[in-house]
DNA sequence: CAATCCCATTGTCTTACGTCA
DNA sequence: AATGACGTAAGACAATGGGAT
């Protein structure tokens, strides 16, 4: 299990066999267009695979809103103040904190204490044609917001009631915007490891394929090979060769292997040992790399 | 039972792009 | 050809509602 350093996107992916882990960790403010990732197992030098991350990218929506709202300068959810509302109080207008509330959210915070006062400050600035409707109105975080709860985020993905207070406090938000902006964050984090995830098991597979092809071709070979007269004729009379099918060494019947009986032939062994033919191999077949070892950076 | 999470979905906003006068 | 207004599709994201824990 690898360390969820810096909290920016800790990704694992699960496949069937528990060994094979991904871990993906990914830290957009620090890395910003690059993914490290490690396989339980091994672990990449290089990074596998370019993740560009919302804020990190110009032609990102968020990029895109964060430098609209750097220019404009506004912060959008501020506690409207007069001459805000003078500035900006056309109907359409991001800059409000306005927002139905959700008649779950009603019930579950009954309204009391330091997040109904909360409530009341976000309400202040409806005007009054907007304050009966329950129509939501939508909300940008400012740069500022999003950056303090971002830092937040990379600290810890989920919130106490008590962090979540003191975070709405700090960014004059209510309780539960924060605690909203979480769950759609760790959402993103989520859709974003799936599609890295995605990414890795399509390398994977591509990689297989063409493990696969080049296998078939060594089959296709080997059985040409195998067809050849000439082949035949080089050939030393056959002996009979078993390879033991769970450990995969080649045994010799009725012999001795070092001078001691081989436990592969003796009576407690429990493996049926399986001939093989003449002109396989007795050292191990090179293989060649496998999906993983493809993506395993070479040293 | 309340709190909180995840998830799917909705509603709003912004931008890019195409069309037309 | 250049320009501005307009409509629209697409994407991002805050917010909602429901089910699960």
Redesign the pocket.
């Known amino acids: 299990m690898v360390e969820k350093e810096d909290l920016g996107l800790s990704l694992s992916l699960s496949v069937p066999q528990n060994q094979h882990s991904l871990q993906l960790n990914l830290m957009p403010s620090l890395v910003p267009s690059t993914a490290s990732s490690s396989l339980s197992g091994f672990t990449p030098q290089k990074p596998l695979w370019n993740v560009t991350f ?2 990190s ?1 110009p ?10 709202s750097f220019l404009r300068g506004i912060d ?2 501020r506690l409207p103040s007069t001459a805000d509302c003078e500035e900006e109080a056309g ?4 800059n ?15 309204i009391n204490g330091e997040e109904h006062e909360m409530e009341r400050a976000s309400s202040r600035g409806i005007s009054d044609e907007e304050d009966g409707d329950t ?7 400012s740069k500022d917001q ?1 950056a303090i ?1 971002e830092e937040s985020f990379k600290e810890h ?5 008590k962090q ?1 207070s003191a975070l709405a406090k700090q960014l004059g ?2 309780p ?13 984090t ?1 859709l974003k490891q799936t599609e890295v995830d995605c990414e890795f098991l399509k390398r994977c597979c591509e990689n297989l394929t063409d493990e696969n092809r080049r296998l078939q071709k060594e089959v296709q070979e080997l059985r040409a090979l195998k067809l050849s007269p000439q082949f035949y004729m080089q050939m030393t009379p056959p002996t009979t060769l078993t390879m033991c099918p769970s450990c995969e060494r080649v045994g010799v019947p009725s012999s001795t292997v070092d001078g001691r009986p081989h436990s592969h032939m003796g009576p407690a062994h429990h493996h049926r040992p399986t001939p093989i033919s003449p002109w396989a191999p007795a050292a191990p077949i090179t293989r060649g790399p496998t999906p993983f070892d493809v993506l395993r950076p070479r040293s």
């Open positions: 919302p804020s990218d032609n990102s929506d968020l990029f895109r809103a964060e430098t609209r959008v959810n109907a359409s207008s991001p409000s904190t306005i927002s139905s509330i959700s008649g779950k959210r009603s019930e579950r915070e009954g129509s939501r109105k939508k909300l940008r975080l999003a709860l993905n989920t919130l106490n009631p979540k938000l209510r539960r915007q924060v605690e909203v902006w979480f769950q759609n964050r760790r959402a993103r989520k």
